[in-house]
Nanobody, 125 residues
Framework: QVQLQESGGGSVQSGGSLRLSCVAS????????MAWFRQAPGKEREGVAA???????FYADSVKGRFTVAQDNGKNTLYLQMNSLKPEDTAMYYC???????????????????WGQGTQVTVSS
């Protein structure tokens, strides 16, 4: 079992930046594939970025060039640096973890077994 706790959300103006953190606790002796998802009101939860077992990073097209995902294994922490934020980035952001995720389906919610409670990001125009 792994517990995930997100932090770092907030309210910013368009063009601003935020850095989200996700701290993993519990059975962290095993390595996990980690990802950021987001869910806006009335919409499905969508994959934003992920780091898989081999260290490869993946991004949704909508955030490429603006968001950067990184992992600090020593601190069991996953980060999401978000720059040039837009109003359409407004959502609840969730951290997900899985023992294994195929590269081709990193963005699918059902691939992840563990979830945090989420942190709200609001971008105003």
């Amino acid at each position: 079992q792994v517990q995930l706790q997100e932090s770092g959300g907030g309210s910013v103006q368009s063009g601003g930046s935020l850095r989200l953190s996700c701290v993993a606790s519990g059975n962290t002796s095993s390595s996990y594939c980690m990802a950021w998802f987001r869910q806006a009101p009335g919409k499905e939860r969508e994959g934003v970025a992920a780091i898989l077992h081999d260290g490869s990073a993946f991004y949704a097209d909508s955030v490429k060039g603006r968001f950067t995902v990184a992992q600090d294994n020593g601190k069991n922490t996953l980060y999401l640096q978000m720059n040039s934020l837009k109003p359409e980035d407004t959502a609840m952001y969730y951290c997900g973890a899985s023992a294994y995720v195929p590269r081709s389906t990193w963005y699918r919610r059902e691939q992840y077994q563990y979830w945090g409670q989420g942190t709200q990001v609001t971008v105003s125009s």
